[in-house]
């Protein structure tokens, strides 16, 4: 029997845009090394090796994040525990929609979306961190 999808990307990337606001790379430029924003970066590892990431952003691969921001989870990081605001992204911008989406369903707030994702930023010249292992 063939599925029926009943929810499509885009409605769910509408849900997640009633909660979640849109954050721009030019203002996104101007916070980055504020110390009450953590960007978190929800790529995967061998994407950030690749491109690289954001200067002083936390990554967390998309697949970790309900867990790491769970007090209760023995593999919680205390970085999801502070009063600060948090910037999501990715490679576009839709992964850190729903994940920001998820965590502030989970409660945390507040959270923004990197519009245009790290692929944005790099196109604005954005600072890049890279590992040089």
Known sequence: MAQNIIKGIQAIA??????????????????????????????????????GV????FTCPRGM???????????HNPIFNQDKTYVFYCAHGLRSLYAAKQAHDMG???????????????????EIETRTE
């Open 14 to 51: 509408a849900e997640a845009r009633e909660v979640v606001k849109d954050i721009s790379i030019e203002e996104a430029k101007a916070l980055y090394q504020n110390d009450d924003y953590v960007f978190v970066d929800v790529r995967e590892g061998a994407e950030r090796d690749k491109l």
């Open 54 to 57: 954001i200067p002083g952003a």
């Open 65 to 75: 994040l309900e867990f790491l921001i769970d007090p209760n989870c023995p593999v």
């Open 108 to 126: 945390l707030k507040p959270v923004l979306n990197l519009a245009g994702g790290f692929a944005a930023w790099q196109n604005e010249q954005g």
